[in-house]
T-cell receptor, first 115, second 115 residues
Framework: AQKITQTQPGMFVQEKEAVTLDCTYD???????LFWYKQPSSGEMIFLIY??????QNATEGRYSLNFQKARKSANLVISASQLGDSAMYFC????????????FGKGTKLTVNP | DGGITQSPKYLFRKEGQNVTLSCEQN?????MYWYRQDPGQGLRLIYY???????QKGDIAEGYSVSREKKESFPLTVTSAQKNPTAFYLC??????????????FGPGTRLTVT
């Protein structure tokens, strides 16, 4: 069974600084996908970035990058140049390959950006 | 604008009553999903559907029912058999299932309170 672990219930960062949100995963599948979602206080889940298990390069999307270390089974999200609007819950999720439809989510990390 | 709509945003019901949550998408996505989120927790999959008139149980399907009569619509009924129905419910959709790289798009959610 797949499992996602986010060990940081809350993180604080100063505006314009970078921050890393941790995510480790457990799976016996060779093919899988890793996702990060942002959930503002409004509740909607916003897709940020995706990393495939066979992707050799770390994924990047604007100020977001995913530090993928396959041997360590970690997929940390790095947010560069934090903005006040980045304050939200952040969830790491995994989907197994082979046609599985389940997205397994971690418990999330609450990020607060201070001015 | 394409997207997913969920209505209402807040819903209050008395214990013992069934309640149906609406989810509509105009993204022409084949797959749709229902998740439940409890405070301080990640999302858990209730039901999903890859095609009209077909759906599959997720991890916590007990006490819930769904239908998929139209591609655009995937309503969720919370029955009186659900022991702890108070939660935040999120609907999502995605393109062709079975491909790792597709992300799920989420609606704004419905916060259900049962007293």
């Amino acid at each position: 069974a797949q499992k996602i672990t986010q060990t940081q219930p809350g993180m604080f960062v100063q505006e314009k600084e970078a921050v890393t949100l941790d995510c480790t995963y457990d799976t016996s599948d060779q093919s899988y996908g890793l996702f990060w979602y942002k959930q503002p206080s409004s509740g909607e889940m916003i897709f940020l970035i995706y990393q495939g298990s066979y992707d050799e390069q770390n994924a990047t999307e604007g100020r977001y990058s995913l530090n993928f270390q396959k041997a360590r089974k970690s997929a940390n999200l790095v947010i560069s140049a934090s903005q006040l609007g980045d304050s939200a819950m952040y969830f790491c999720a995994m989907r197994a390959g082979g046609g599985s439809e389940k997205l397994v989510f971690g418990k999330g990390t609450k990020l607060t950006v201070n001015p | 604008d394409g997207g997913i709509t969920q209505s209402p945003k807040y819903l209050f019901r008395k214990e013992g009553q069934n309640v149906t949550l609406s989810c509509e998408q105009n993204l022409n996505h084949d797959a749709m999903y229902w998740y439940r989120q409890d405070p301080g927790q990640g999302l858990r999959l209730i039901y999903y559907s890859q095609i009209v008139n077909d759906f599959q149980k997720g991890d916590i399907a007990e006490g819930y029912s769904v239908s998929r009569e139209k591609k655009e619509s995937f309503p969720l009924t919370v029955t009186s058999a659900q022991k702890n129905p108070t939660a935040f419910y999120l609907c999502a959709s995605s393109t062709i299932p079975g491909t790792e790289a597709y992300e799920q798009y989420f609606g704004p959610g419905t916060r259900l309170t049962v007293t």
